[in-house]
């Protein structure tokens, strides 16, 4: 069998390499829904009229999210013989200007640039993996992916034995990125070894965890990626048919991947008889409606047979043996997918010498809440929690102090400050009382009331509830009312262990992983901040000074300057005074908003936040 | 056959059972909300929680194993089914004194059992969400307020009467059992058999005007051809409510809308209860044997001065295969063979 990807792939790097050394400058806008967000489109048009004002020829292309989201809107310019510049936080008036600087007087700005030749300050700490080629190559184009060794894992594939593959994954030790951390290999093994006439690989890109968006970004900035990893498992499986998971919410997600889906068929990497193989692979996207539960896969699977997304109740078949209209179903996170290739193409002993013994390769966090550089991070397995928040993320936000940083969102948990020095793993995560999950990592500072953030969670795993077994439906209910009275200064002496026990029962007895998760934030943080619990209970206390109903502010008419700032920015005319007279906060008016707080001039910091007995200023 | 022991006691039963199958062999009781001998298993409650071999699982889903050891009574079991218990009831309506199921509802069972008490519910906020009774359909109610979601209603609609008026809809807190569309039960697609009904474990699917009769009597239902066994209930003289026989091999305890509420006419007073003879243009009440001499005496006058085939005879649906068996040859008898059927009009 010979295995025809050379003619695509030369042609591919011959594009590339005329594309870099065409003599002209290229400029990249990373225009995932991040940067378009911040208005990565408008930059665009920017600078396509500066050029066109100008007559200066350069290519503008369309790039990933490199995950710099927190220097969004990202410009890179390559010109002729000169390294690569990011430019961070380009406004189309910046990109105006830096066009003409750059491009036309040679005056590099290097106030608006961040890193040179993608060399940010972190990049030793990075690996990337999974995000290699998202924010450098154009995602809407087959021929950028080719060049970059795209589909040689593919190719390599279809001239091996299936169980080759397998063993090559299973060696590997890749795990199932999508919170579960299942052995990959072996999940692919128990779908092969089912006799079936049809078998399916389903990806799941269901990706709902708040804060959480790894997946997205991998679907808009290198879909290839992932149907490169599809394609692999259906050859491995034998699966001819192939579904990606997509929730409705990912428009752009869905559109990149609609383009990369043609273009592959186009070239015969995907469709009938891919690359003279023999073997045919066929993909379609399937919008899903939103509903958190159906990231579970039988919940998926009923979903998309057309029924109500509920997670069934053991003992049942796995999916791996019947899942989708009861043949044998294949279901990995994009992530896991967007791994295989590699591991195919650059072998599994180069996948296990990153990251550690157990969870092999890498970790992709959606690092987000108060910390100075939010975004996508791709770490190697086994980094300390300190070196993502304090190196890549650039510490806690405004230098406040870091109180709890929360991973695996809603079915994770909140670990303090002195486990910072965690190495971060799928089983260390688990053992410390939080998860991976599919990646969020939200950093928390000491404005944070840890009650109130357990309530968040909980309250998104009740609506996200499909309801069908009583103690996650009316064990998460009871447990978000006990939460909020607690809050709201509500709460009894005993609802602590009644919150622990309670939880206990419902990871117990739930159905499903939603359900024996959803305490998880609430015990968590219980197990690290139950003193914080204790005050809001017993003292009608918020030590973080966060829940509005265990706060008052008033206005010390010491340091009160009469400015009447505050006075004039208050929604509710709260507050009394005049030039020359102290303000006075009226505490029946005031609905707590803060704003005035804020408004109140540094050197002043007149306006006082009181909880219990003791207060602060800003 | 596997073998297996129940709180130390030996039970051997089919392969494929499950605990809970052989927990009744046994006469051994687990408390469950949503399992239903007749329906598939659910699972959703998780009350019927025991401990085999030292894992918790759902003695309705459970398959034994050889040898499993199985403890109804493990600590973990019983906090996962008081707390499930403890919660229903925290969003369960209180008033079970006007509730058609008190004293026979399966909550009320199943909470005695956990055992439920003041101090406990006290630490517990309690919650009903209030919600509307739906009362569109002429027979039965919904009240949401006494719903356990354990969908045995859904599962009846789908697999006895193949009609899935009911599913689950929204999420979470809000989830409820619903017509498509969350519509009212009298615009959906509900026959109104009332099967969901009978087999409601709480108060949540009640009949209208219910009334407890005071004695059954066993009877068939005179509706149509099919003949379904049926327990009228009597109170005094009066028909109140009409079950169906279990026990019957024809309907096997299932009924249609008409059989189960269309009751009223026995003691209706428009009800015919003697034959009635017209007389000078005037219907009169007449006696059997007047009737049928009548009826006699003209047929044989129409025969003498038509002939047989004047004559023609159309039968009921309502009645039963063997009525309308006799019917025929009564009418063949006579001579003609027009005959016809209110099925075909």
Request: proline letters at 4%; aromatic letters at 6%.
């Amino acid at each position: 069998m010979r295995i025809k990807l050379e003619p695509l792939r030369q042609e591919a790097v011959k594009n590339w390499q005329e594309l870099q050394s065409f003599g002209q400058p290229i400029i990249l806008v990373g225009a995932a829904t991040c940067g378009r967000a911040s208005g990565a489109l408008d930059v665009m048009a920017a600078i396509g009229e500066k050029m066109k004002e100008l007559e200066i020829d350069a290519i503008v292309r369309q790039t990933g999210c490199v995950g710099m989201c927190h220097s969004e809107v990202l410009v890179d310019i390559i010109k002729p013989g000169r390294p690569r510049i990011t430019y961070a936080k380009i406004t189309p008036e910046l990109a105006k200007e830096l066009v003409e600087d750059y491009l036309v007087h040679d005056n590099a700005r290097e106030d608006l640039a961040i890193c040179v030749q993608g060399e940010t300050p972190d990049e030793d700490l990075q690996v990337r993996v999974v995000m290699r080629n998202c924010g450098h190559i154009d995602p809407n184009s087959i021929t950028d992916y080719l060049a970059q060794d795209g589909y040689m894992g593919l190719a390599k594939a279809l001239e091996m034995m299936p169980q080759e593959i397998i063993d090559e994954v299973k060696v590997s030790g890749l795990r199932g990125r999508g919170g579960g951390g299942f052995p990959a290999g072996r999940k692919w093994e128990s779908c092969l070894q089912v006799e079936s006439d049809q078998k399916y690989v389903i990806c799941n890109a269901d990706e709902g965890d708040p804060g959480a968006f790894m997946d997205r970004s991998v679907l808009e900035g290198d879909p290839h990626s992932v149907i490169e990893g599809m394609a692999i498992a259906g050859y491995a499986i034998g699966a001819s048919k192939g579904i990606l998971y997509v929730r409705a919410e990912y428009p752009l997600a869905i559109r990149q991947l609609k383009i990369a889906i043609e273009q592959a068929k186009e070239r015969n990497l995907l469709g009938e008889n891919i690359l003279g193989s023999g073997f045919s692979f066929d993909l379609d996207i399937f919008q899903g409606a939103g509903a958190f539960v159906c990231g579970e896969s039988t919940a998926l699977v009923l979903s998309i047979e057309g029924k109500r997304g509920m997670p069934k109740p053991l003992p049942r078949p796995r999916t791996s043996e019947e899942g989708l209209w009861g043949k044998p179903t294949l279901l990995n996170n994009v992530k896991t997918f967007a791994c295989v290739a590699q591991i195919i193409h650059r072998g599994p002993d180069w996948f296990k010498s990153i990251g550690t013994e157990k969870c092999p390769g890498t970790a992709v966090f959606a690092l987000t809440g108060k910390v100075n550089k939010c975004g996508l991070i791709e770490v190697p397995m086994g980094i300390e929690l300190d070196k993502i928040i304090n190196e890549i993320g650039g510490g806690v936000a405004g230098g406040r102090a870091f109180k709890a940083v929360q991973t695996g969102g809603p079915s994770g948990g909140c670990l303090p400050a002195d486990m910072l020095n965690l190495p971060v793993d799928i089983d260390s995560l688990t053992a410390a009382g939080s998860m991976m999950g599919s990646g969020g990592m939200v950093v928390m500072d000491d404005s944070t009331c840890m009650v109130d953030v357990a309530r968040y969670f909980l309250e998104f795993s009740l609506e996200e509830s499909c309801g069908q077994c009583a103690p996650c439906r009316v064990g998460t209910e009871q447990m978000l009312t006990i939460l909020k009275d607690i809050t709201q200064g509500k709460g009894r002496e005993g609802d602590i262990d009644l919150l622990v026990e309670m939880g206990k029962a419902i990871i117990d007895g739930s159905i499903c992983g939603l359900g024996q998760s959803a305490p998880n934030p609430v015990l968590s943080t219980i197990r690290y901040f139950r003193d914080e619990y204790e005050a809001h209970i017993r003292d009608k206390e918020c030590p973080a000074k966060a829940c509005k109903a265990l706060i008052t502010y008033t206005i010390d008419a010491e340091k009160c300057q009469a400015c009447g700032r505050c006075l004039k920015a208050c929604p509710t005319q709260a507050i009394t005074g005049a030039k020359k007279t102290p303000h006075t906060i009226d505490s029946d008016k005031c609905d707590k908003c803060g704003i005035c707080f804020s408004e109140c001039p540094d050197r002043f910091a007149a306006v006082l936040i009181t909880t219990g007995g003791t207060e602060s200023s800003n | 056959m596997v073998t297996l022991y129940i709180d130390d006691i030996q039970v051997s039963v089919e392969k494929g059972s499950t605990i809970f199958d052989a927990a009744q062999k046994v006469g051994v009781y687990i408390p469950t909300l949503c399992h239903h001998p007749e329906l598939h298993t659910f699972g959703g409650c998780r009350v019927c929680m025991v401990e085999a071999n030292g894992k918790l699982v759902t003695a309705c889903r459970a398959p034994v194993t050889d040898g499993m050891v199985v403890r109804i009574d493990a600590e973990g079991a019983r906090k996962v089914q008081r707390m499930v218990v403890e919660l229903l009831l925290t969003k369960h309506n209180e008033d079970c004194q006007t509730c058609v199921k008190d004293s026979n509802c399966k909550l009320q069972e199943v909470a005695n059992y956990v055992g439920i008490t003041p101090e406990r519910m006290a630490m517990l906020r309690r919650s009903v969400t209030e919600v509307e009774i739906d009362e569109s359909n002429p027979f039965f109610n919904i009240d949401r307020t006494r719903c356990i979601l354990c969908g045995i209603c859904i599962r009846t609609c789908e697999e006895i009467n193949g009609v899935t008026a009911l599913d689950f809809g929204f999420r979470g807190e809000h989830t409820a059992v619903v017509t498509m569309g969350n519509k009212k039960l009298a615009e959906s697609t509900c026959e109104s058999c009332g099967e969901c009904m009978e087999r409601c474990p709480t108060g949540a699917l009640a009949r209208k005007n219910y009334e407890r009769p005071n004695r059954e009597v066993k009877s068939v239902c005179g509706y149509c051809g099919v003949g379904c066994g049926i327990h009228l209930g009597v109170r005094g003289d009066r028909v109140v409510s009409v079950r169906g026989d279990k026990d019957n091999p024809v309907n096997k305890g299932q009924l249609c809308v008409k059989g189960r509420f269309g009751y009223n006419f026995v003691n209706h007073p428009d009800r015919l209860t003697t034959p009635l003879i017209k007389r000078d243009g005037e219907l009169v009440e007449a006696s059997w044997d007047e009737a049928l001499d009548l009826v006699a005496s003209r047929f044989k006058e129409i025969i003498d001065e038509s002939g047989p085939n004047a004559l023609g005879g159309i039968s009921s649906a309502r009645c039963t295969t063997e009525d309308n068996y006799v019917f025929t040859r009564l009418i063949r008898s006579l001579g003609t063979n027009n005959l016809d059927h209110c099925a075909r009009l």
